[in-house]
């Protein structure tokens, strides 16, 4: 079901921003999977702010100026979150979430003061050219839940990354039903281009992680 454009279906969820106001993040009543801000999207907005990327007091912002694109974004918050920080964002998913992108980043404009951000369609697995040169940011937030989908995922990872881009993959690993299966699927491809490292809790946002959420910091194989 495509995300809809009708404001009274529609209800926010408000992201809180260490550095000004919330971001307020539109979800849908009725749709699929990407029409709601799920658990590891606020973890991972969040891990976006913590002070190895952003410590305004010592000057440091990682973000500022940084190429990022957002994979399966849904509703766009961590890719938002990205843009607030200074960031050159594109926030991509499916044609159906597209107005939902849309509007919640209109929503959020006036937040994103030195950074940027746009929504555009991307499949996985299809062309790139669109995305090139190879971001310095991959960001992705629970996009491991669907078998079919784990080869154009990968597949899409190899073509978007460069050398010196960090992909950063958030995920809620899930006990129940096909979830152990896909995951391992996922981490075996992974495997054989990339390298993962695991972000401990303690560099995670304190207030806003839980042990199910995993932070991984994933690199091409040099």
Same mark, same amino acid.
């Given at each position: 079901?495509?995300?809809?454009?009708?404001?009274?279906?529609?209800?926010?969820?408000?992201?809180?921003?260490?550095?000004?106001?919330?971001?307020?993040?539109?979800?849908?009543y009725?749709?699929?999977?990407?029409?709601?801000?799920?658990?590891?999207?606020?973890?991972?907005?969040?891990?976006?702010?913590?002070e190895?990327?952003?410590?305004p007091?010592?000057? /440091? @912002?990682?973000?500022?100026?940084? $190429?990022? +694109?957002?994979? #399966? =974004?849904? !509703?766009?918050? %961590?890719?938002?979150?990205?843009?607030t920080?200074?960031?050159?964002?594109?926030?991509?998913?499916?044609?159906?979430l597209?107005?939902?992108?849309? /509007? @919640?980043?209109?929503?959020?404009? $006036?937040? +994103?003061?030195? #950074? =940027?951000? !746009?929504?555009? %369609?991307?499949?996985?697995g299809?062309?790139?050219?669109?995305?090139?040169?190879?971001?310095?940011?991959?960001?992705?937030?629970?996009?491991?839940?669907?078998?079919?989908?784990?080869?154009?995922?990968?597949?899409?990872?190899?073509?978007?990354?460069g050398?010196?881009?960090?992909?950063?993959c958030?995920?809620?690993?899930?006990?129940?039903?096909?979830?152990p299966?896909?995951?391992?699927q996922?981490?075996e491809?992974?495997?054989?281009d990339?390298?993962?490292?695991?972000?401990?809790?303690?560099?995670?946002d304190?207030?806003?992680?839980?042990?199910?959420?995993?932070?991984?910091?994933?690199?091409?194989?040099?």
């Amino acid at each position: 079901m495509a995300a809809s454009t009708d404001i009274s279906e529609y209800f926010v969820r408000e992201i809180e921003r260490n550095d000004g106001p919330p971001l307020r993040i539109k979800q849908c009543y009725m749709g699929d999977v990407g029409c709601v801000v799920w658990d590891a999207a606020i973890v991972l907005a969040k891990y976006l702010e913590t002070e190895q990327f952003y410590e305004p007091s010592s000057a /440091v @912002n990682e973000w500022s100026g940084r $190429t990022v +694109v957002e994979l #399966g =974004a849904g !509703t766009g918050a %961590v890719g938002l979150m990205a843009a607030t920080l200074g960031a050159e964002v594109i926030v991509t998913d499916l044609e159906d979430l597209q107005p939902l992108l849309r /509007v @919640n980043i209109q929503e959020n404009q $006036t937040l +994103v003061t030195s #950074g =940027a951000i !746009t929504a555009k %369609v991307l499949k996985w697995g299809e062309d790139m050219a669109d995305f090139l040169p190879p971001p310095h940011y991959i960001l992705m937030a629970d996009c491991i839940y669907y078998e079919q989908s784990i080869v154009p995922l990968v597949e899409t990872l190899k073509l978007l990354s460069g050398p010196e881009t960090c992909i950063i993959c958030c995920y809620e690993q899930r006990t129940e039903g096909v979830n152990p299966k896909v995951e391992k699927q996922f981490f075996e491809l992974l495997h054989k281009d990339f390298i993962c490292q695991r972000i401990p809790a303690n560099k995670q946002d304190q207030e806003f992680s839980s042990p199910d959420i995993h932070i991984l910091h994933i690199r091409r194989k040099t």
